[in-house]
Nanobody, 127 residues
Framework: HVQLVESGGGSVQAGGSLRLSCAAS?????????MGWFRQAPGKEREGVAA????????DYADSVKGRFTISQDNAKNMVYLQMNSLKPEDTAMYYC???????????????????WGQGTQVTVSS
């Protein structure tokens, strides 16, 4: 039973930084192929933020976070991180970690590509 547990969210002023962590466990027969971070603000649709291929380390970012956010991984520890710098109020959202264990990847920032999800961690950025 795959479990993804996010941590590191909190409240920060604009211009500040946060580092989100995602701890993955329960991979018995399959390994994740891609890991992604998504976010959803109240009243808005879920948005893909960043993704990384666990094998080759390829990354993809939403235009809104390029240059500010960095996704990284520690495969030995089954951890994925999202370093968020220069945070803006519009970054306020619930952030979710997601894992893809099957099939090929076409759109790394599309939630439907992923088959496991965490419960989320709240990020609030005040102006």
């Amino acid at each position: 039973h795959v479990q993804l547990v996010e941590s590191g969210g909190g409240s920060v002023q604009a211009g500040g930084s946060l580092r989100l962590s995602c701890a993955a466990s329960g991979y018995t027969y399959t390994r994740p192929k891609w890991m992604g971070w998504f976010r959803q603000a109240p009243g808005k649709e879920r948005e893909g933020v960043a993704a990384i291929s666990t094998g080759g380390g390829s990354t993809d970012y939403a235009d809104s976070v390029k240059g500010r956010f960095t996704i990284s991984q520690d495969n030995a520890k089954n951890m994925v991180y999202l370093q968020m710098n220069s945070l803006k109020p519009e970054d306020t959202a619930m952030y979710y970690c997601a894992s893809k264990t099957d099939g090929g990847m076409r759109y790394p920032l599309v939630g439907g590509e992923y088959n496991y999800w965490g419960q989320g961690t709240q990020v609030t950025v005040s102006s």
